[in-house]
Every structure is written in C-alpha cells, then in structure tokens.
C-alpha cells in the first residue's frame, strides 16, 4: 500500500474522521502544507507536515516529561501513578512556569488534589527555533510566503543539516493569536550535492574537462588548457572579457571546485578555499560571479553592508514574536557550498576575528545570551573595494590595498586568506578590448548545466576520494618554499610558514576542476603538474602590474633585513659615548623600554629615561634614520628592523663577547673588513 495524506484518504474513501483515528498511524502520512499554513485554524490541533530551513535558535528547556505520584489520602485517584506526556503539547505550557508551578501542575495532572509529592522519572528538552519555508516540488510556487515562523522542537536541534521536513502538531499558542507547531521529528531534506549520483554518462562527458592525454603533459600544455576552460566560460557565461578577468574566473572557478577537507601530513585538513577580489568598482567583479553562480544554480550571495538584518554570521534579536532569537547570517547557512561576500570591507573588524575563527575550525560558535554553534564549512569567495584609496592607481604597488595599516583586515584575519586577487581599471589593454570578441554563437564544450554537475562532483568528494600521485607532496613542499621566499614578509602574511597548506588546497582545486582522477571516476588524484599550475597562477596573480606583490614583498624584505654591519653602525650611533656627547646609560633605559613593549607612547619615554625634550627628540629622530620605528595611534611602534636589533643587543649585553678568547694573530685584518 503507498502512503497517502489523510485529507486524500478522506476524500478517496469518505471516511469519516473517527475511522481515521482507528487506522494504524504508520499508514497515513500527515499533510504536506507550507510552513505560513500553521495559521489556519483547521490545522489547529492536527498533525502536518512542513519544509523549512533553520534559520535561527530561541530558547531551550528542560521539562519533566513523565513522573510518578504515589498519594496516601483516601479517596484519591492519584495513588501509584504515572504520567508520561510523551509528545503532548501540555509539555509547551510547562516552558515558562516556576518550579512551584510545575509542581503544581504534575499534581494536578495526576488528579491529586491534596500535597502529594511528584516523582521526576524522565525530563524532555523543548528548542525554540526560527524557521523559513524551503522549496518543495508538491507545493505550488507561486502560493509561497517566505515570512518566518517561531516553532518549537521536542529535543534539541540537529546541527548536520539545516533544511528539514519536520513532523508535529499545530498549536494555538496560549498566549496571543499565534499559532506554533511543536515538532516531534525533523528529517533531513537532501541538498542539491546529496542528490548527486554519478551516472556513466555524466562521467563521459566530464572528458572535457580532462587535459587531453594525447598532449604532451608539460606543465604549459596544462596551463594553456586551464586558461582555455576559463576563456571558453567568459565567452558563453560570464561575458567580463580581457585575459585578467578570465584569470578572475579561473580563480572563481577553482574556489567552487575545492573539496571540503583534504588531506595533508597524514591529516585532514580545511579544503575549502578563502579568495579575496580587491579592487575599483564598475570592473565586472561582482557580475562575473554573479553570472556564474546564476549559470550553474549553486552559491549563495550576500553583502557585507546588508547582509539582511542577520549579518554575516548571526545576530541576537532581543525579541522576535515576543521571544529572543539567534538568527544564522549568511555564512552558515551557506555550509557545505559557496558563499560570495559582496562589499566585504564593511565587515567590522570585530567581526572578522570571529569569522575567521568560524573559517579555519569549519564550526561557528555563539557563546552570548544564547549558545549555540553551527557547522562552517563554506567557499568563501569575497569581494572588496579598496577603503583607503579612491582607486588601485593611487597605490603604488596594488597589494597595499590589503596591508593591515590601510586595509580592513588584521594580519590573522588576512593570513587566512589562500589567494588575494587584486583588479583594477587598468588592467586591460588596448588591445584586449579591441579583441573582445562578438558574442559566441558556437556552443560551448562545457554546458552550464555541466559545470553544475562537475561542481557537484567536487562537493561530493570525500576524505578518502583524495589522493596523492607520487612526489607530490614533496613538490607542494619545493613550491610552497619557493613562494615563501618571493611573497614571505610578515606585513602581508599571505605566503607564509603555513603557504604549504595553502599550495595543497589549490592543487587539489586544480586536480578537481581538471576531472585528474582514476578508472572508476571516483577519486581525485593530485600530481605535481597540479601543484605547478598553483605556482603558475600565484605568480600570474601577484607579479601583474595591477598588484606587484613580488616587488612590494622584496622592499619590505629588504626594510626588515638587519646585516652585521647595519648593527654595528646602529649600535655605535645610538650607543657610543663621546660621537654624540649624550649619556648613553639614558639611552639604554630607553632601548630597554622597546624590549618589552610594542606600542610606547613619548610620555613613557620621557618618565623613564628622564630625558629632556630635545634630548629625546634626538634620539627618536636616530631611531627614525635607521627605519627602526613607526609612529601609530597608540605611540612608537618597532619595525621588524627593531626587533632583529634589539634582540642581537639584548643577546650580546647578557653574555659580552670575550675577546680574550680570539687568537693573538687574528685582529687587524678581519676585523677592518
Ligand atoms: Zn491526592
């Protein structure tokens, strides 16, 4: 027998609703009805059905659900009794009541009338959560009211999902005209990469994605045809011409084709990407991902400036239909797919510290008048516009647009960060722009519609789908250093100690987008061609003229650098007694102050070293020459050049060269050199 809703089964049988009641309850399903349907009253005290998305969480409760009353005055019914509510909505009433209330009431319920005691046996717990309709094929389109709902669930949320088909009772909520649903089960709704199979057809038509095998396999042959995927899509999809854009969109591509977690060292590790696109505006950013995502029907969108009243990663409404709420922003509801994060500069700065804890542990935790935590696992592809300039052309090197001191992002914050994109009004010549082809009439190898699919694919790898081709790891390891020593400056933390992760997470992209897998189409198998790409497109990134991250990273390198000799001649100048007729114990007392603190304010240098105006003038003005400090909001502060100085000079003041020591013979010559 197939299951069929009970208002389908009246009507097919004219039964009346007493023989419902007696059917066996696994063989009528509840009605199907959209989420704003719990306000008509005939469903009022009836069990439905409804398709929503979680979108936030109210309060919890911990209720007695069954007890047991054992009263001794005669005539009372309540002897030896127990009560289980099970999945009653008298539990509802229970939420708000005080404990003596609730004793009250468990009496009550017993039908004891007298002072008997209740016996707890089992408590429940009952979630308040903030639900929004989801589409569903059996309900009409066009009759969809997206208003949200306050409704309660027996138990506590699951926090795997967050599309559901929840199960439950309506309610005319005691207080108020409103009507509730206490829900009694919440099954999962499968998302689009859930509903993903792979098919020998599909497979088939993934070829084009295949670096054709009849190429020689050199690292050009590779890049050439990655660069032609990206050319193919600009001219059928995203329509934003010019060879930098198409690097734009490869980028874009590779960020939706990135696995969740990869693995690395033996462990699994985030595989997700974070991109940033900084640039001027009215350059086709935002519509070429857009576009993208309108092509292939997957990615979420939202604006750091409205990010509807949510925000990006949640908010607390201290009252929403009389209750308090914690709404979900933009990013967790976009786990386990992409997120494209518009004007992302107006993200307060406050607020990247929690969101880039959120991106790296793949989990958003709240811990304010409402705990809770969310999974996190989210593409994340931002988009920014510069803050403190009116176009990249004023930066003389467009990197800057993302140094902490003038960008939006702390050093923690940018770090996270796999690859920055920068774009700008100049990027494309004169002659890109007269090759800017009419459209394309020709039909594309790689349909929208198998783009989508090939996206699919990517999110459905798991774990043990990702593997490692011989030497690869071992070339991530070659690339990551090579990178480190070109773009490594602890200012623009982007290639760093932790470059090697980032190396692995794109050539992973890289191995997805290419389809390089084995027979059965199951697996992706990374290999070192791979990993020569992610070395390919970093350097294509970061050494075009719109960004110059190399020749900025090679002047902060230098700046940072302290030789022998820049030492010596620091030292003497700050330190020698007699070059500059001032007392160098003063001196001292003031180096000594920079040793400990990163931020020192004039006043704490004139109370610690007693040192006149103009005495110390002098000695910041020395400081200055010799590029050892910067002046900020808080006082000076030391520059990487400081700190190298100031640790030699601690070293060498705790244990003094011995000079003793050195042979008779070795004086003059090497010490003049
Ligand atoms: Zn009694």
New binding site residues.
Partial sequence: MSKIGADDLIVATGASRANLETLPRGEILPPLIPLVDIERSEYVGRLVQTDLVIAGIGETFHVPRAWK?D?R?PD?Q?RQRTIDLRERKELLQLCRMSDDQVRGFM?RFSG???R?TAKIITMATITELLAFPVASATVDESMRDYREKIVVLLGAPLQSNIRYRATGEVIAEPRGQRASLLITALDRLQSAAERFTLLPAVCDRFRVFQIPRSASPSVDTAWDYARGLARDLTRHITKIYGLHRELLLLVALLTFHSPAVIPWGGEPIKGVLDVLCIGDTGQGKTTLIRRLMAAVGLGHFASGSTASRAGVLYSLDSKVHDKRVLRWGAFPLAHGELLALDESQNVPREEWREFTTARSEGVLRVERSIRAEHPSRVRLFCLANPITRHSMAELQYGIMAIHPEQGFLDPQDLRRFDVVICVAKGDQDIEDVKVTPLPDTTESPVSPDLLRESILWAWTRQLNHLGYAQNTERTIRKIAGVLNELYGTPEIPLLITDAHEKVARLAFAFAALLHSTDQTHQQIIVTPTHVWLVGRLLSAIYTHRNCAFDQYARILQQRSSLTDRDYELIKADLLTRGSNREDSTATETFLDLFLTEDDVPRSDLEAATGLGKDALTRRIGKLRKHRLILSGRRGYRKTARFVAFLRQWSAERANPPNLSNLPENDSEGSLSC
């Fill in positions: 009353v009263c005055e009372c309540a009496r004891c009338k007298h008997t």
